[in-house]
């Protein structure tokens, strides 16, 4: 804790404090390091031994770009991740109302079951997901990636969802079905408009997590419906074959995608509204 003494600007801070700061620091000059290394790799020429590269070329990134077939991965990433938004947002914006608005035996329970896919690390149900997804024959190409991928898509539609439809004043609706509104123009021409903000927020939140998912995208895609994350691991994996200056040119355009995406989140996604509503209902 910092100490500020009247009638003076310096600062003592506990020794507690500095451990702190300092295990901070020393991760941030670590991470800094890391993603700066394969920053400066991806643009190096040759680097042996030296602190920087003998020189510098933009050819890596057209060599990645074609050795690694990058743009029917990139289409592929795009494709999965566009239906599992579509899909989670179909299943979640209706079971969002239904947990705003309705009140029945068993709620928090079920609130509980759909919060366990967030709470728990993906490959602890991944496996036996997997698993099932090949007893039936969907696993292996693009539609077993998206069943997976949905599994925690769909929750995160509902966290994100619920408490806007909680804002939304109930008297509204009322209004509207007395005026003789049925579901589906309450839905469509109510709710949608007042909801489309947080729709929004909830497909980029999926869109972010869909593309940087491996694990369940790992276990589930087939030659045809890997993910760039998952292109990503079988390139590093197979050291050796290729350059690895092309290799990390594939790492910084997957890096700058999630980062453009995280920005783009963070602009429409309250992170800590997410934890206090995960908060509110910790238990079934």
Known sequence: MAVIQPGKRRIVASPAAWLVWGAVAFFLVNLAGVVGSVLVSSFGTQWFGTWLPEGFTTSWYATAWQDFQLFDVVSVTLQISL???????????PASYVLARRTFPGKNLVYFAFLLPILMP???????????????GFAGNMSGVVLANLVPSV?????????????????????????????????????????????????????????????????????????????????????????????????????????????????YVNPTQLVARVKENPEP
Do not use: H, W
């Not at 239906?83 to 914006?93: E, H, N, R």
């Not at 993906?122 to 039936?136: N, R």
């Not at 049925?182 to 408009?193: I, K």
């Open 83 to 93: 239906l599992v938004v579509v899909i989670s947002v179909l299943i979640g914006v």
């Open 122 to 136: 993906p490959i602890t149900y991944g496996i036996p997901l997997a698993t099932v997804l090949y007893k039936y």
């Open 155 to 267: 929750p995160f539609v509902i966290l994100t969802m619920t408490p806007f439809i909680e804002q939304i004043n109930p008297s509204i609706e009322s209004a509207a079905r007395m005026c003789g509104a049925g579901m589906r123009a309450l839905f469509l021409r109510v709710l949608g408009p007042l909801l489309v903000p947080g729709i929004l927020a909830a497909s980029i939140l999926v869109l972010v997590r869909t593309v940087g998912m491996f694990e369940l995208t790992f276990l589930t895609a087939g030659p045809d419906s890997q993910t760039l994350v998952v292109a990503l691991y079988y390139s590093m994996s197979a050291a050796g074959i290729r350059a690895q200056q092309s290799v990390d040119a594939m790492a910084v355009i997957y890096t700058s995608t999630m980062l453009v995406l995280l920005v783009i989140a963070l602009r």
